[in-house]
């Protein structure tokens, strides 16, 4: 039996913050990210508005590869922004930063996205966690797609990180991709039959002059344009790092165990898109706190226990790989709440103490940019 190296990649998006008004700021520092170019080379790259910043690790070969350079990076951006009168916060939205006020990338590349783009990505005021897995193999790069789609809802409810929005608690734990679906071209992706198939839908977009090329296609799961890898998109930037390594083990997980039942000719069930849109809202809504769909059961489980479901059979693959400690921490994230969960309640208990609304959301964002350091050392 053939044993795929199924190397790593993690790219992680930030928020800078001003610590003495807790806005996201709207003018980054002119020198900050010359600096951060300087401490981390190509590692980290500008994003679309001007208060976020991103990180991409080089190709790990583990997850403990990827901890290490995502402690690294973290922490050095986290005290580069220090540096420059500023703080790194990882979240998935501003708990009340307004999007109107917010400036983007000076660049080609940002001017041409307004431009074709308009209000759907001024709005993109949200981050997110991208974790590559390395798949030589175009056809098995699709064929596990195809199947991998099935648990997109599963990561997306483990991250969830927005529940707040210009101000208002949203009611959900990860509005983020409420306002990510605005956009064309995201969701769950359809099956494919093979990767030329995937070839030919992209090359109809290109030759038609809608897109460039396929990095303009922003599914929740997809090929990477740049590598031979399979890109999951769906989840939150996770507050805690200890969480995104907990998504990585288990995505990197999840694609062993379906290669190794491809090689004994058994396949994860491909689930219509409808199906397995309906499990993400359900995620989005209520995240680790609430149920989804056992389609082979046809009723909702509590994710709790699809989660422990999923420990159990995810084991064995998680100590190949040398990742179950980063596996089995899903079950803390279940236990004590997803970034979201937590949020809320600091909110919540700052309202109950008698807080004002101002008040209690500094206190999420004091409470977020703590966290996102915790650990680095």
């Not at 056809?139 to 789609?149: E, S, T």
């Not at 769906?234 to 969480?243: P, R």
């Not at 040398?322 to 937590?342: F, K, M, P």
């Amino acid at each position: 039996m053939v044993d795929h190296k199924l190397t790593l990649g993690v790219e992680e998006e930030y928020l800078l913050v001003d610590p003495e008004t807790r806005e996201a700021i709207s003018d980054s520092p002119d020198d900050f990210f010359d600096a951060c170019k300087d401490a981390l080379g190509e590692n980290v790259t500008p994003e679309f508005l001007q208060c976020q910043i991103e990180i991409a690790t080089p190709i790990c070969q583990n997850v403990g590869d990827a901890r290490q350079h995502l402690t690294h990076m973290r922490g050095t951006l986290a005290s580069i922004a220090k540096d420059h009168g500023i703080r790194l916060m990882a979240a998935s939205t501003h708990p009340f930063t307004q999007w109107r006020r917010q400036k983007p990338t000076k660049g080609e590349r940002y001017q041409k996205l307004v431009a074709d783009l308009q209000g759907a990505i001024r709005r993109m005021l949200i981050c997110g966690t991208h974790v590559h897995i390395g798949i030589e193999e175009p056809g098995l790069r699709i064929d596990v797609m195809n199947q991998m789609r099935y648990f997109m809802p599963h990561l997306l409810a483990l991250s969830t990180s927005s529940p707040f929005w210009e101000g208002d608690k949203m009611g959900m734990k990860s509005y983020r991709l409420s306002v990510f679906d605005g956009m064309p071209r995201t969701g769950v992706p359809e099956a494919m039959e093979s990767f030329g198939e995937y070839e030919r839908l992209v090359g109809t977009l290109v030759k038609a002059g809608v897109i460039e090329d396929a990095s303009k296609i922003w599914w929740d799961l997809r090929p990477s344009t740049k590598f031979p890898t399979l890109e999951a998109r769906v989840a939150d930037m996770c507050t805690n790092l200890e969480d995104t390594l907990a998504i990585v083990a288990m995505y990197q997980c999840l694609t062993r165990m379906l290669i190794h039942l491809k090689q004994r000719n058994i396949k994860w069930r491909n689930y219509p898109s409808l199906l397995i849109a309906e499990n993400r809202w359900m995620a989005q809504r209520f995240g680790v706190t609430g149920e989804l769909i056992d389609f082979g059961k046809n009723a909702c489980r509590p994710f709790k226990d699809i989660n422990e479901e999923m420990i159990g059979f995810l084991l064995q693959h998680a100590q190949a790989l040398g990742c179950e400690r980063e596996l089995l921490h899903t079950r803390t994230i279940v236990e004590r709440g997803s970034s979201a969960c937590r949020q809320v309640a600091v909110y919540d208990d700052a309202i109950d103490s008698g807080k004002s609304k101002e008040d209690a959301l500094i206190m999420v964002v004091d409470h977020l940019i703590s966290e996102t350091v915790k650990g680095l050392g």
